[in-house]
């Protein structure tokens, strides 16, 4: 697991971060209990080994830059809505806080601005309109309202 030396420090802290998020949510979630705990294991598994890997060359730098955000996007999303159908009572800051998944969203959304420094030394002009913030908010947009559709149509 050699890194180029001028984007190793980033890919590093993307795989202790994706190894610190698999490693609590797999405290919360083991495999053993329930079939469905497998997915989110094996995504980070993937998270912690092989996405780091695709980082460190240009050819595949985009597959994993977009898998890193898609994997950020779709996590806030799932953890947001485990929050909503069991909010604390009585809802108050302490409880918001330190009884939801917040935390866990906030510790995801630094891997989104990591997996930017990398992609930004590959291609430091930039891809036009891909892969820009506004870019990753709209796609945020798009799957939480099609999850909250689907959420509703089908319970």
Request: glycine share 8%; with cysteine; hydrophobic share 50%.
């Given at each position: 697991?050699i890194f180029q030396?001028?984007?190793r420090?980033p890919i590093l802290e993307?795989?202790?971060?994706?190894l610190?998020?698999w490693m609590l949510?797999?405290?919360?979630?083991p495999?053993s209990?329930?079939?469905?705990?497998?997915?989110?294991?094996?995504?980070g598994l993937?998270?912690v080994?092989?996405t780091?890997?695709?980082?460190?060359?240009?050819?595949?730098?985009?597959?994993?830059?977009?898998?890193?955000?898609?994997?950020?996007?779709?996590?806030a999303?799932?953890?947001?809505?485990f929050?909503?159908?069991a909010?604390?009572?009585p809802l108050?800051?302490?409880?918001?806080v330190?009884r939801?998944?917040?935390?866990?969203?906030?510790?995801?959304?630094?891997?989104?601005f990591?997996?930017?420094?990398v992609l930004?030394?590959?291609?430091?002009?930039?891809?036009?309109?891909?892969?820009?913030?506004?870019w990753?908010?709209?796609?945020?947009?798009?799957?939480?309202i099609?999850f909250?559709?689907?959420h509703?149509?089908?319970?």
């Open positions: 697991m030396k001028e984007i420090k993307l795989m202790f971060l994706s610190g998020g949510h797999f405290g919360f979630h495999i209990g329930d079939p469905p705990n497998f997915v989110p294991f094996l995504i993937v998270n080994i092989i780091p890997q695709l980082f460190n060359h240009k050819k595949t730098v985009i597959i994993a830059y977009l898998f890193n955000g898609v994997g950020v996007i779709i996590g999303i799932v953890m947001a809505t929050s909503l159908s909010l604390p009572d108050t800051f302490h409880s918001l330190f939801t998944t917040l935390a866990d969203i906030l510790i995801l959304f630094p891997k989104l990591i997996g930017q420094m930004s030394h590959f291609y430091p002009a930039g891809l036009g309109r891909l892969f820009t913030p506004f990753w908010v709209r796609h945020f947009c798009y799957l939480s099609v909250t559709l689907a509703f149509l089908w319970r």
